[in-house]
């Protein structure tokens, strides 16, 4: 797929997609947890690392996490709508 073509989706409006809202519903506060424990955020988190060579996209250091920039499209994350960030620049970014 050409990558306008991703960039251009990661501007369309999107909505979680179902199992996620199910997993919020059984899982209530502690949903995010096991989301992040799901085969497809491992993969989908590794693919992002990967893409940017595991660089931190701020300061260009060892990239640790990968940090949603929304949660509108949990379930089908494009890699523009995630972050790849080391661990000073991810608590930063949360005000840690
Ligand atoms: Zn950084
Ligand atoms: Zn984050």
Redesign the pocket.
């Known amino acids: 797929m050409p990558r306008y073509q991703e960039e251009e989706d990661c501007r369309q409006k999107r909505q979680p997609l179902q199992w996620v809202l199910t997993l919020r519903e059984q899982f209530g506060t502690g949903w995010y947890d096991e989301y992040l424990r799901t085969p497809w955020w491992k993969n989908k988190r590794h693919q992002k690392l990967t893409s940017v060579n595991w660089r931190?996209?701020?300061?260009?250091?060892r990239?640790e996490q990968v940090h949603h920039k929304h949660y509108n499209s949990l379930g089908r994350e494009k890699n523009c709508d995630l972050e790849a960030?080391?661990?000073?620049?991810?608590n930063?970014e949360h005000g840690l």
């Open positions: 931190c996209e701020r300061c260009n250091a990239a960030l080391c661990d000073p620049c991810h930063r």
